[in-house]
């Protein structure tokens, strides 16, 4: 199964592959996207309305976020040509949260991808934990449509790539 090979041969072929598509002119999303992902990715979105100010680093394709890690998730993510939402607002039970992705599948389901950057923080681990206890109260799961990455994850291509894969097998 191609979706769990992590070989630097496999990426390395995955790469040229997306080059070629690229310097050919061809929109890849409009090629590998059904057309209820590629209306969503193209459609308006709301963010988390505080700390605009926060946002501070661009992807590839212009999408502001607050961290370099989160820059270099939401890059893989469009190299990949993954539709997603970056801190999207998520209703979840009565409570309203703002993941850092929310990516939506070949079939129209959500899967939210949390990616927790400063575990040394006490506040933020606690806060991180009771995001997570919402979610797994309202039914949501992790390795099934709840996602984490953590900073060692996000090193290298290498590092964050099995996560994207499961992501992709979810």
Request: aromatic share 12%; net charge positive; hydrophobic share 40%.
């Amino acid at each position: 199964d191609l979706r769990t090979n992590n070989t630097p041969q496999w990426s390395r072929a995955i790469n040229n592959l997306l080059r070629s598509f690229s310097s050919a002119g061809l929109d890849l999303s409009r090629i590998v996207l059904t057309p209820k992902q590629y209306n969503w990715a193209r459609s308006p979105q709301s963010s988390k309305p505080d700390r605009k100010d926060a946002l501070r680093y661009k992807t590839t394709n212009g999408v502001l976020v607050r961290s370099k890690s989160e820059q270099f998730i939401g890059n893989l993510l469009e190299e990949f040509g993954i539709p997603y939402r970056y801190e999207p607002e998520l209703r979840v039970g009565n409570r309203i949260f703002h993941p850092d992705f929310v990516i939506m599948t070949v079939d129209g389901r959500k899967i939210i991808l949390e990616h927790f950057g400063r575990m040394d923080l006490n506040e933020y681990v606690s806060a991180a934990v009771d995001r997570l206890m919402a979610y797994s109260f309202q039914g949501l799961a992790l390795g099934h449509n709840v996602f984490l990455s953590f900073e060692p994850d996000v090193r290298s291509r290498e590092d964050f790539l099995p996560i994207l894969y499961q992501i992709m097998a979810a």
